[in-house]
């Protein structure tokens, strides 16, 4: 009722401002005349009310008995009255919302018919708190609701009102407050109010569930809702409609979503399995960035118990929960996708990195889901049996279900000593490195010790903004995979189809491919072996340092077999500055393409880059030597970045810098991804005189390591609201596929006003450890040269993956056997000009890149030109 309501019921507490002691100026009301006085006594006496000083209780009690005794033909000109008092003394608002709600119980009818659109509109002054206004307007539509009376202008007045207070034209982005969640308990207890377009309505329900800062019993009224459209729709149309809306949600905002979704699960009881899960996903079989995305957010999905509406049928005892069903599914379906054992290894190995670096009720869900895997999964003993050294290692005197599932393994295994050799070897790759621990603080094991890894124990979905990919996002899958801006899923907020309908999904909005899911080609693709190191590029006025960087793309092996079937998407809303972009970086996608046909093809020792220089801006075809780094940023930027599958799949990860305050221990994140990581290299001066010299790992050791910053960085503590000692460090908490990394050797010298550039020795090593991830070199841009401004670059690589050849020196034109003590550190006269500039690494946990597939109109138009050069 809503006077229960008005005094502080337990369904919501109206505030109520006490009066002011400065009466506010009398402002006439528009619905009445400034001459007209109150008639009746009555309306005087609760005129007065709005007047006087005194405790809110006795101003509700005195107008709640004055209000009883009157009659229904004194309705008109209390609402009068009230309306004004409304208007005139912002600070009595409540008391007219609460003479209001006594009136619609008293003479509801009467009411109805006075509170006109114009009236119920000069309810929400800005001024005031809307929430007890919106809660008005849930009782009159509920009271409407009751003598059978549309309230389609109530739920009408408070959408409007929402919008406008938010800034939004879009009602599923006003953000959660109060009088919001008082529009969803109008649309479940008044259903006239409901908006015409059930779309609308499902979709904002939706959406809402799946806002991470919306208190959870706010969200039961949409969850009901949900629930109602599905037993509407029926079986199985509604078992498909609600998964949809469920991945959907989860693919718009893969960073910040609720695991209050899973909730949404409850009425589908067992019918969630992967033949009802194909249609949803076959669009996204091709790309597993986009799969091991979706399974890492729900991986970080703590199971929830059933909110009690009394109305969805309980759950059975002791059975999964309904998100593990789902993943169960889901893990099903992802074992019939081409390259299935890839897939499948890199989602269990994500669940064990969850379950053996983070505590809590999230790492024991994680080992139970592991085990259900296991045991009702399908059966997978080459998937799971590699991975037992992982899981020893991660896993042991973790859990019960941890036990048990290692015990399930152990007696499939049946080691012989030859596996329990190889288990030692692979139990190396697990180990933590020097300079990788990070040191024990309130908050648990952060990064380090022998459990190494690559996500925070703070991490999950949805709290204050941040998203820690746990086992690394599994980036040693396919690159960093956080899927934003609908890159994986669907794009916005259009009809999802039925399971009728499995083409058209929302959910097959990957770019096109040149394979077509079943693991056989189109007949419009030609397939490309990748090859080792056999062709030059010609240095055209100056242009080393471009070919440096596109030999580095070339034996890229994932970007090569990616490259050809991007297509680069303009941005939703584009600006013009966006616009002009998108047209530069699809002349960009297109002659790489091209240049990366041309490099796998030809038959000749080297070939050129003169069409591709053609796509970049002015200064790279002026002569003029240009940074190698710059170059690769301002490639990768014109490919999309972090924001479209080709780099995000390849070369992007994502970093999360810390501070923690050192007096109450609160820990603040800010998150960034990144496509190449910059080490700084220390003086060569200081390297000379001490005789170590660094390798790549202790300086991306050091990147990470935790520092205390001394009393004169003091930082203000939100915590303590006073400026502290803070420790600060970063961790890698979805590391990338390929780690591009640069090593800083150019500096500003302000004494000389010019760029100099550190020859410091570094010992590049081979293989770089990142948390159980491991890392092998396969590509590394020299430059030669005595200053920063003059000299030259070539490269030393290989294929990334598979390269029987092994290392050629690429220098412009010339491909010849490499000189690998170049990457060893060394300090002699010879070599100190010398030095490793870009370093590309390849994790070796990521699967294996399937072969190139060109297109038969680059592969015939490359031909062409081979043939033409031929002749001349």
């Not at 008005?136 to 406008?164: F, T, Y």
């Not at 109060?178 to 609308?200: E, F, G, K, T, V």
Request: aromatic letters at 6%; a negative charge.
């Amino acid at each position: 009722a809503l006077g229960a309501q008005s005094r502080g019921g337990s369904v919501t507490a109206w505030s109520s401002h006490a009066a002011s002691p400065v009466m506010e100026a009398a402002v006439p009301y528009s619905g009445c005349s400034a001459s007209m006085a109150p008639a009746s006594a009555l309306a005087m006496e609760l005129r007065r009310l709005f007047l006087v000083l005194g405790p809110d209780e006795q101003r509700w009690a005195r107008a709640s008995e004055l209000l009883r005794q009157g009659s229904a033909g004194d309705v008109v000109e209390i609402i009068g009255v009230v309306l004004e008092g409304v208007v005139q003394f912002p600070s009595s608002h409540d008391l007219g919302m609460h003479m209001l709600g006594e009136m619609i119980m008293l003479h509801p009818v009467m009411v109805f018919q006075s509170l006109t659109p114009t009236r119920l509109n000069d309810l929400f002054n800005s001024s005031n708190d809307p929430v007890p206004a919106a809660a008005l307007l849930h009782a009159l539509a509920c009271g409407k609701e009751h003598h059978r009376i549309s309230a389609e202008q109530e739920g009408a007045i408070l959408q409007s009102v929402l919008l406008r207070a938010s800034g939004q034209s879009d009602l599923r982005r006003v953000a959660a407050s109060p009088a919001r969640a008082w529009l969803c308990r109008m649309w479940l207890d008044s259903p006239s109010s409901r908006p015409h377009d059930r779309h609308l309505l499902n979709t904002c329900c939706a959406r809402w569930i799946a806002d991470p800062d919306a208190p959870q019993p706010d969200k039961v009224p949409c969850l009901i809702l949900m629930r109602q459209e599905f037993e509407r729709r029926g079986r199985p149309e509604g078992d498909a409609w609600t998964l949809t809306m469920l991945l959907e949600q989860v693919c718009r905002d893969p960073i910040r979503h609720s695991s209050d979704l899973q909730q949404m699960l409850w009425p589908l009881g067992n019918a969630v399995n992967a033949a009802l899960l194909k249609p949803l996903l076959h669009g996204m079989a091709d790309d597993q960035g986009r799969l091991i995305t979706l399974w890492t957010c729900l991986c970080v999905w703590e199971p929830q118990p059933q909110l009690q509406d009394s109305v969805t049928p309980q759950w059975p005892h002791g059975a999964a929960s309904p998100v593990h069903k789902l993943m169960l599914a889901v893990f099903t379906l992802f074992s019939h996708f081409v390259a299935a054992n890839d897939l499948c290894r890199t989602c269990l190995l994500t669940l064990a990195t969850i379950a053996g670096t983070r505590s809590g009720h999230v790492a024991v869900a994680a080992a139970e889901l592991l085990l259900l895997l296991h045991r009702e999964g399908p059966l997978l003993n080459a998937v799971w049996m590699p991975l037992l050294p992982a899981f020893e290692h991660l896993l042991a005197d973790h859990s019960q279900a941890a036990t048990e599932l290692l015990a399930r393994l152990r007696t499939v295994s049946a080691p012989s000593p030859a596996l329990s050799q190889a288990r030692s070897m692979r139990m190396s790759e697990f180990g933590s490195s020097p300079g990788f621990s990070m040191p024990q603080t309130n908050e648990g094991r952060l990064f380090g010790g022998s459990s190494a890894a690559c996500v925070s124990n703070d991490a999950n979905v949805g709290a204050a903004g941040d998203f820690h990919n746990p086992g690394g996002g599994f980036a040693a899958g396919y690159g960093c995979t956080n899927g934003f801006d609908g890159t994986f899923g669907s794009p916005g907020d259009h009809h999802m189809p039925t399971l009728s309908q499995p083409n058209a999904s929302a959910f097959c909005t990957a770019p096109p491919s040149i394979n077509n899911g079943s693991g056989s080609m189109d007949a419009d693709a030609v397939a490309v072996p990748f090859r080792d190191c056999h062709v030059g590029l010609q240095n055209t006025n100056n242009t080393c340092y471009m070919n440096s960087f596109v030999q580095a793309l070339f034996l890229t092996n994932r970007f090569v077999s990616r490259i050809f079937s991007f297509e680069l998407r303009l941005k939703a809303n584009a600006s013009k500055v966006d616009q002009e972009d998108f047209h530069k970086g699809a002349k960009i996608v297109g002659m790489l393409k091209k240049q990366v046909a041309k490099m796998a093809l030809t038959g000749h020792k080297h070939t050129d880059i003169m069409e591709l220089l053609q796509a970049y801006p002015d200064h790279y075809r002026s002569g003029e030597q240009q940074d190698v780094t710059e170059t690769i940023r301002f490639t990768f930027d014109m490919l999309g970045g972090f924001e479209q599958p080709l780099i995000r799949e390849v070369f992007a990860g994502e970093l999360s810098e810390k501070t923690q305050c050192q007096n109450c221990r609160m820990v603040k994140s800010r998150s960034e991804t990144f496509s190449d990581l910059v080490l700084p290299v220390p003086k060569e001066r200081d390297v000379l005189s001490s005789g170590v010299v660094p390798t790549t790992q202790a300086l991306l050791d050091q990147r990470l390591r935790f520092e205390q910053l001394d009393g004169e960085n003091l930082i203000f503590c939100e915590g303590c609201q006073q400026n502290t000692r803070v420790g600060k460090w970063c961790e890698i908490v979805s590391p990338p596929a390929h780690l591009c990394i640069c090593l800083s050797r150019f500096a500003y010298d302000v004494e000389k006003g010019d760029l100099s550039k550190e020859k410091t020795p570094v010992m590049v090593d081979g293989l770089l450890q990142i948390g159980p991830f491991t890392y092998e070199l396969y590509h590394a841009i020299i430059h030669t040269g005595k200053t920063a401004t003059s000299g030259h670059y070539y490269a030393i690589g290989k294929r990334s993956e598979c390269s029987p050849n092994g290392w050629a020196m690429m220098d412009d034109s010339q491909v010849k056997p490499a000189d690998m003590s170049l990457l060893h550190g060394a300090m002699t006269e010879k070599q100190i000009d010398d030095n490793p500039y870009v370093l590309f690494y390849r994790c070796q946990q990521a699967p294996p890149t399937p072969a190139a597939c060109l297109p038969r109109q680059f592969h015939m138009a490359v031909q062409q030109e081979e043939a033409n050069r031929q002749e001349s």
